[in-house]
């Protein structure tokens, strides 16, 4: 598996992002970063899925 490396202002993105999402539905804001997290996840381990 590949080191998933974030940087400063990727972590920021997400943290706002959840931010954002969380002051209207805090499950949804969670459900969100779970979501990304796993897409990056799965990229990092097949870097051409979807792709064509």
Known sequence: MRDI???PQAK???IELS???AR???K???QTVHLIE???LR???IP???HR
Do not use: K, M, P, V
């Open 5 to 7: 490396l974030f940087t």
């Open 12 to 14: 920021n993105d997400l």
């Open 19 to 21: 931010e954002y999402i």
């Open 24 to 26: 209207h539905n805090l």
């Open 28 to 30: 949804a804001a969670q």
């Open 38 to 40: 796993h897409s990056i």
């Open 43 to 45: 990229l990092s381990l």
């Open 48 to 50: 051409g899925i979807g």
